[in-house]
């Protein structure tokens, strides 16, 4: 017992132990080892030892909560939705389909009567150069019919078509495209006739048109607004497209369909009050023949005079509308219109209209004796539509 008791190391000062020596069979005959060689607390120290060399341990990660799966009644309501939004997709982009055409048709008629106007004035510049008469003078005439145009009725309610900028028909089409990019639901207009949102046109407003304008560069000009505000019909619904495209189910299954098809109509509606289109306009031969009369009325009023009888001499003076019954010593005349007008003014009705026989030749009368004033009382009265009808 002694002789054991010698041979153990002084305490404090045991060797360190290997727990896992590197031809043990196994740690746990590493420990009883220790234990008989070098007692409890060597153990117990070679066991703290390799803990500490041990790393720590993670805990697991947390699992989210399992998500209940959806009742059967919350999937079909889900499938409800999303039916019920395919459903309003596809309704919605058939009504802009149709719209998006017809508010293109719309403004191709403006285009036609604008060029069926362009054409009727180049027919009667042709007429007109035949009686040898200026450029610039047929130029000024034309200007002064357009700027006239609304004033005289002749163009009752095509009066955007030939004002600056078209008037009141580029704020509605623009007021169009701004609707039409607003997918959502609209703001619909109270109740009520289109007369009472869009009040009808109606003739004598003022066109706008400078005194300096060129008819033909003129026309040309709101020929190039129309297609700009069809451009911008085109940009619009390829935009509200795009927005119907990347909503949402909810968004769609909220769309009112219904209330975008009044809307549209609407919209529509004014667009037809705020200008006619061509296929409310006199034929080309008819639109041709209104505006040549028109400029010869111009023309026969620029060349009237009127006679007052002095006494001692005749005095001229540039005449206003003839009187009926015109004052004693007081006549109205007119230069001698030559053969080629005599005979132009009789192909368009013009004779006819004013009650007058023009013969053609120098060598017969005129008839009635007082023709000319009956011409020059013509020119001041002429006044004919270029559309089928008036407005009401």
Known sequence: MRARLQTSAPRGTRPAVDLHPPHADHPLKAILDL????????????????????????LPPKKPPTKKPPTTAERLEKLETRQTALEKRTAIIELDLKYRALFGERMSSYKAAVLRISGGLDAAQDGF??????????????????????????????????????????????????TVERWENPV?????????????????????????????????????ELELLNKGFETAFATRAGGIKAADDAKLDALDVNAWEKQYETLLAGLKVACKGVEQMKSNSEVARILERYIWAGWIRGQARILVNMGKGVAVYPTGKPDSKPAPGVSYDIADLGTYIE??????????????????????????????????????????????????
């Open 35 to 58: 234990q008989t060689s070098a007692g409890n607390q060597a153990v117990t120290q070679a066991v703290g030892r390799v803990l500490q060399r041990q790393p720590a341990k993670k």
């Open 188 to 224: 619909l207009q109270a109740a009520g006739s289109t007369a009472n949102i869009y009040p009808l046109a109606k003739g004598g407003g003022d066109t706008g048109v400078p005194a300096e304008v060129r008819p033909m560069a003129f026309l040309t000009k709101n020929l190039e």
């Open 343 to 392: 005979d132009r003014l009789n192909e368009i009705g013009v004779s006819k209209m004013a009650g007058v026989t023009l013969t053609g030749h120098w060598y017969s009368s005129n008839d009635p004796d007082d023709w000319k004033q009956r011409l020059i009382r013509w020119a001041y009265d002429y006044k004919e539509l270029i559309g089928v009808q008036a407005s009401p």
């Open 129 to 178: 150069k035949k009686a040898q008469e200026a450029q610039a003078r047929f130029e000024a005439l034309v200007a002064q019919l357009i700027i006239a145009a609304g004033a005289i009725g002749l163009a009752y309610g095509f009066e955007p078509l030939l004002s600056y900028g078209l008037g009141r028909l580029k704020v509605d089409a623009q007021k169009i495209a701004k």
